[in-house]
């Protein structure tokens, strides 16, 4: 997805009528980042929270016909996706707002309720774990939510492994 992301990146320079399927799809979410420029932290993450919770949930079988697919932001746009679609799109809009790599992590997690794999993003903010779930209309601190089991965190750089 990094790999993808990256070359989604190139096409942000050029213009819309160059960019052809992508229907502006990247200028159109940069165009929304650039509204939230100059706005207080918590209000961009709750900005970027609700604007990409506004996408259909889609699961990848029904988007790309494989079981597992993390699609970069562009691909997110132009096709909607499931859980972790939703925290890529996210953790990459706020990196694009300046928010830090080592402040951010996308979590997979065992839904102890549902009883399925899901995905969030977690983001530091103001020395407090904030939690970002297309499943949550709001923003809510990781203690608010006992009934998610990491596995595993990952941002752009690292991974980590979550134990029992």
């Known amino acids: 997805m990094i790999a993808r992301y990256a070359g ?34 918590r209000t961009q993450i709750e900005e970027v929270h609700r604007r990409m919770n506004s996408a259909p949930y889609i699961e990848d079988i029904m988007n790309y016909g494989i079981p597992d697919y993390w699609a970069s932001p562009n691909e997110f746009f132009e096709n909607s996706g ?11 809009s706020l990196r694009l707002l300046g928010f830090d790599n080592d402040d951010m992590r996308v979590a997979v997690v065992q839904d102890t309720n549902l009883n399925l794999i ?47």
């Open 82 to 92: 499931d859980c972790e679609d939703y925290a890529i799109a996210k953790f990459m």
């Open 8 to 41: 989604e990146r190139q096409m942000l320079r050029q213009p819309c009528h160059q960019v052809g399927s992508e229907r502006c799809m990247l200028q159109q979410w940069t165009g929304f980042l650039d509204s939230l420029r100059g706005l207080d932290a």
């Open 118 to 164: 899901h995905a969030v993003l977690i983001v530091e903010h103001e020395g407090q774990s904030l939690v970002l779930d297309n499943q949550l209309g709001q923003v809510v601190p990781t203690s608010a939510i006992r009934h998610y089991v990491p596995y595993f965190t990952i941002n752009e750089q690292y991974w980590w492994q979550h134990t029992p």
